[in-house]
């Protein structure tokens, strides 16, 4: 089972863990695209790979399971998508 977090220091010291951006998109929706934690990526690399936030979200949680990434880190600055937004995690 992944592990969400809220901040990136929540994770174990040198875990592998991947990225939720949430963000505010152009043209005012908020939008999530999954990156590993260090990769830099511009405003229009992050649009070009966004979804919608529920769908980034469930997608995130399954590419964490599917490659093994036991910490999941939904990086939510602007609080876009609170806890209480997110979508129940399907069970196999």
Not at 6 to 13: F, G, L, N, V
Not at 15 to 40: H, K, M, S, T, Y
Not at 52 to 65: F, G, I, N, S, T
Not at 70 to 79: E, I, M, Q, R
């Amino acid at each position: 089972m992944t592990r969400v977090i809220e901040r990136r220091q929540d994770a174990a010291a040198g875990a592998e863990v991947f990225e939720l951006r949430v963000f505010q998109a152009r043209n005012g929706g908020a939008r999530a695209c999954i990156v590993p934690v260090d990769l830099a990526v511009t405003l229009d690399m992050m649009e070009d790979m966004s979804t919608p936030l529920a769908d980034a979200y469930l997608a995130a949680l399954a590419l964490c399971e599917t490659e093994g990434v036991a910490t999941l880190w939904v990086h939510d600055p602007l609080d876009l998508f609170p806890t209480s937004d997110r979508p129940e995690r399907k069970r196999r």
